[in-house]
């Protein structure tokens, strides 16, 4: 039986003895302190607007290494033509996550409540996004959770060829640069794979984020 979490209880089940599926609670509510207590044990929040919250820790998980990221000669040519600016419009970032979904006919996560959550974890400094700009119009990015040695990203978008990559390309220069050990993916596809993700089990990426943030 899934637990479910309420407004005093802000401590998650082992996320290591859950399905492969990794769905590990539901409820609770998107209280930042509770948004980071999750991504700090492997777990983040996923689920539409008609849903309670869910809280997820899938097997196996999808991980890249910085020093990994497989560059295209396509990609360094787009990588001249694009300006990448960090932490400068974030509001406009996830907003645009969103609504590029959404114009696509794919629907989105990113309801208005979880806007809110990230936009104060973003005052705090705990989330950080990447901005892609063409001419000085904002054509891509991505954004995510940052635990310090760890980033864990959350969604991208892309309304010219290649911006999100770009702004990927930036996200694995600035964990090179600051010491990150590995970006979590979250969830594998064949897009990320193709840049070097790589699957690991569920366990193995808990022991890693033990390793380097120490919870879990």
């Given amino acids: 039986m899934i637990p479910k979490l309420t407004q005093y209880n802000h401590f998650f089940p082992d996320p290591r003895a859950v399905s492969k599926e990794g769905l590990v609670a539901w409820g609770g509510d998107l209280n930042p302190d509770r948004v980071m207590s999750a ?4 777990i983040f929040p996923w689920y539409n607007e008609d849903d309670p919250i869910l809280w997820w820790s899938p097997d196996p998980r999808l991980i890249l290494y910085p020093n990994d990221l497989k560059i295209s000669k396509s990609l360094k040519k787009s990588i001249k033509k694009y300006t990448v600016k960090i932490n400068q419009d ?19 996560w990113i309801i208005d409540e979880v806007i809110e959550c990230y936009e104060e974890l973003h005052k ?3 989330v950080i996004s990447f901005e892609t700009y063409f001419e000085g119009e904002l054509v891509g ?26 702004a990927l390309v930036a996200l ?4 090179l640069k600051n010491g990150y050990d590995f970006i ?8 990320l794979k193709s840049m070097g993700a ?11 984020l033990k390793e380097k943030v120490g919870s879990v």
């Fill in 39 to 42: 991504y700090l044990n492997g």
């Fill in 90 to 108: 974030f509001s406009s970032i996830i907003k645009a996550c969103r609504d590029t979904r959404v114009e696509n006919g794919e629907g989105s």
């Fill in 124 to 126: 705090r400094g705990l």
């Fill in 141 to 166: 990015g991505l954004y995510g959770v940052d635990l310090g040695k760890v980033f864990c990203g959350e969604s991208m978008f892309s309304k010219q060829s290649d911006a999100s990559k770009v």
């Fill in 172 to 175: 694995s220069e600035y964990c």
């Fill in 184 to 191: 979590d993916c979250q969830i594998p596809t064949n897009h």
């Fill in 198 to 208: 790589v699957e690991i089990s569920r366990d193995d990426f808990l022991d890693l």
